[in-house]
């Protein structure tokens, strides 16, 4: 079994496994997030980075099997020769008032990556919404303004974004380093 997975490998899973616009761009976003959060606590980049990259690999197959989301992923990557444990127990904790695993986030990349994934939906919703379209307009206080208001992206999970602080990054803080991060593919994602 592979203990760690390189980035051209990983992206040659996204590519087999995920072909619609909207779950390409957010496995991006989130991974250009986790590794802005891996740098800001001095943690593995790449390995943060690609457990971003990788964490919803199984949507498209489980889209109408939700509780096996996270769950599959790491069937996939197992399936490729892979056994990253630390990564598989993110990929599973994200989705765990989903998933059938019930395994729940305990480590600080496990509630990174659940804030982060859910930071992008915030984020995106918001661009969108705005005249300019423009992510480069986004602030920390309008980002928290709209997190304040439960029915501006009802779907999005603001326990796990408030969960940050478990990993020991207060909220504005996070919502800055998501806006930066985010910001830093702005052409890739047309925001």
């Avoid at 980075?49 to 769950?71: A, R, S």
């Avoid at 989705?95 to 939906?121: F, H, M, P, Q, W």
Wanted: glycine content about 4%.
């Amino acid at each position: 079994m592979k203990t760690t997975i390189i980035e051209n490998e990983a992206r040659e899973l996204v590519a087999k496994h995920l072909h619609q616009p909207y779950f390409l761009a957010h496995s991006r976003e989130t991974e250009v997030i986790m590794r802005a959060l891996a740098k800001h606590f001095g943690e593995d980049e790449e390995l943060w980075g690609l457990t971003g990259l990788l964490h919803d690999l199984d949507m498209e197959e489980t889209k109408d099997n939700i509780e096996k989301h996270g769950e599959r992923t790491c069937e996939i990557l197992e399936e490729q020769g892979y056994e990253i444990p630390e990564m598989f127990q993110a990929i599973k904790a994200h989705a765990e008032n989903l998933g059938s695993s019930g395994v729940k986030r305990k480590s600080k990349l496990d509630y990174c990556l659940a804030a982060a994934e859910n930071i992008t939906g915030l984020i995106v919703t918001y661009v969108l919404m705005r005249p300019d379209k423009d992510i480069a307009q986004v602030s920390v206080k309008s980002l928290n303004k709209k997190f304040k208001n439960k029915s501006f992206a009802a779907k999005i999970n603001r326990e796990f974004i408030d969960d940050i602080e478990k990993a020991g990054l207060e909220r504005s803080e996070f919502f800055q380093i998501a806006i930066d991060a985010m910001k830093s593919i702005a052409s890739e994602i047309e925001l």
